[in-house]
């Protein structure tokens, strides 16, 4: 009997323990859901878009305070720092969740450890390690470049359409916030984030003159500006704002055209640029694998070494000639 009381209480005890181990770890996903979740990350990522302009006023004042960094000690040297809102608007306009802080020390670290790489490690001079340090820190900042670029690029590709579906939303009786809600229910990433905040901040409370401001701030791309200039001055002065998006959108697409028109009539040069900068890599590559002995001095002879740097040296200013001449604005 006492051994069945037993048994039973020891069954008892296992199963409470089974059942609160389960509940724990389901306490520990619904916390995690909360706080890291893709609806979580979602929310943030919108209220973390929202602080990406420069509106001032106190209706958008509560969703524009942007932290810089996610360590007081940082984000109060941010603070003073009076390029830290520009780089972070930079951020956010490539589309990364970063912070400045996380921007910064990245380059940091790459900087100190091609630095000291190259000083203790290959036992190079302090000026040469320097110069490795800093191009190592700034491949960070060209990400963010390179990413933001992109992003562009691809609003610019999906403008038209926006306009269009504006225009065809006009046309049909919508008001001008609805046409904004539609491009950024309808049309894909990134134009629909855009379009979808410049929804909300005129739902939360702002004017419709600071909201396409606030725009024009994130997106800095000229055809985008055109945009909202004909509708703040179709706001002001009246017209038909239909046919003023129709007439754009053609301007863009026509634009669009002859860029890639240009592109392709700079094809060979841009093929040229890439031939004459990799090739001296790949050449030297070849020769050491193929003859080492022959390419051996050039690597420990002091006379070599000096050849390499300089060697680098003209090889960068000459990729940032190629890069310049093969670059046609439109």
């Known amino acids: 009997m006492l051994q069945s009381i037993g048994g039973n209480a020891f069954l008892i005890i296992a199963v409470l323990v089974f059942v609160a181990v389960v509940l724990l770890l389901e306490g520990f996903y619904l916390m995690w859901k909360s706080y ?13 878009a929202l602080s990406a ?37 930079f951020i956010l306009q490539a589309g990364l969740g970063w912070t400045v802080s996380k921007l910064l020390l990245s380059c940091l670290a790459l900087g100190v450890a091609g630095c000291l790489m190259m000083t203790f490690l290959i036992h190079q001079s302090i000026l040469f390690g320097g110069m490795i340090g800093i191009a190592l820190a700034a491949l960070p900042l060209l990400y963010v470049r390179r990413k933001r670029s992109r992003r562009l690029t691809r609003i610019e590709q999906q403008l038209p359409e926006a306009l269009d579906l504006m ?52 997106v800095p791309i000229t055809d985008l500006r055109y945009f909202v200039v004909a509708v703040l001055i179709q706001r002001d002065s009246g017209g038909n704002l239909t046919e003023v998006l129709g007439n754009l959108s053609r301007l863009i697409r026509e634009r669009l055209k002859l860029f890639s028109k240009i592109r392709v009539l700079s094809s060979e040069g841009r093929l040229s640029a890439w031939i004459l900068g990799l090739m001296p890599f790949a050449l030297g590559a070849a020769m050491s694998l193929l003859n080492p002995d022959f390419m051996a001095p050039l690597w420990h002879d002091p006379i070599g070494i000096t050849i390499i740097k300089y060697m680098l040296i003209m090889m960068a200013i000459g990729i940032l000639v190629l890069r310049k001449i093969i670059r046609i604005r439109v």
């Open 36 to 48: 890291r979740g893709p609806q979580a990350k979602k929310i943030a990522k919108r209220l973390q």
């Open 53 to 89: 302009s420069l509106d001032k006023t106190k209706q958008s004042q509560l969703l524009k305070e942007r932290m810089l960094s996610e360590i007081p000690v940082f984000e109060r040297m941010l603070l003073n720092l009076p390029r830290a809102r520009r780089l972070d608007r």
């Open 167 to 218: 225009s065809r939303a006009l046309r049909s009786g919508h008001a001008f916030s609805s046409g904004l809600q539609m491009i950024g229910d309808e049309m894909a990433e990134p134009i629909a984030g855009e379009f979808r905040i410049v929804h909300d901040e005129v739902n939360f409370g702002v004017s419709m003159q600071q909201a396409l401001t606030n725009l024009s701030e994130r």
